[in-house]
């Protein structure tokens, strides 16, 4: 069992940055792969990105390929998504999940409860 807390959101300018966090609980987290997705109003949820366990092989979005960077720390069972150049587009709730690595929900077993990130114009 794995628990997934995420912080960091917030309300920022658009150009801004925003370092969002995932702490997970449990002692297995090493082994997972994890990946970040977003949900803006009105809209489905959509794929951001994702970390191999070994946080060699990463996997982005288009839409965020050269602005957001996924890395992980196993030590601290944390796993963080850096927002550079955001945009007002990038207005969602973030979550974070535990178990895949590719851009379907269905392959993630675990979800954090989601963070609020504003960007205004």
């Known amino acids: 069992q794995v628990q997934l807390v995420e912080s960091g959101g917030g309300l920022v300018q658009a150009g801004g940055s925003l370092r969002l966090s995932c702490e997970a609980s449990?002692?297995?987290?090493?082994?997972?792969?994890m990946g970040w997705f977003r949900q803006a109003p009105g809209k489905e949820r959509e794929f951001v990105g994702a970390?191999?366990?070994?946080?060699?092989?990463?996997y982005y979005a288009d839409s965020v390929k050269g602005r957001f960077t996924i890395s992980r720390d196993n030590a601290k069972n944390t796993v963080h998504l850096e927002m550079n150049s955001l945009k007002p587009e990038d207005t969602a709730v973030y979550y974070c999940?535990?178990?895949?690595?590719?851009?379907?929900?269905?392959?993630?077993?675990?979800w954090g409860q989601g963070t609020q990130v504003t960007v205004s114009s």
């Open positions: 999940a535990a178990g895949g690595t590719t851009a379907r929900e269905r392959d993630y077993a675990y």
């Open positions: 449990g002692r297995t987290f090493s082994r997972y792969s």
């Open positions: 970390i191999r366990w070994s946080g060699v092989r990463l």
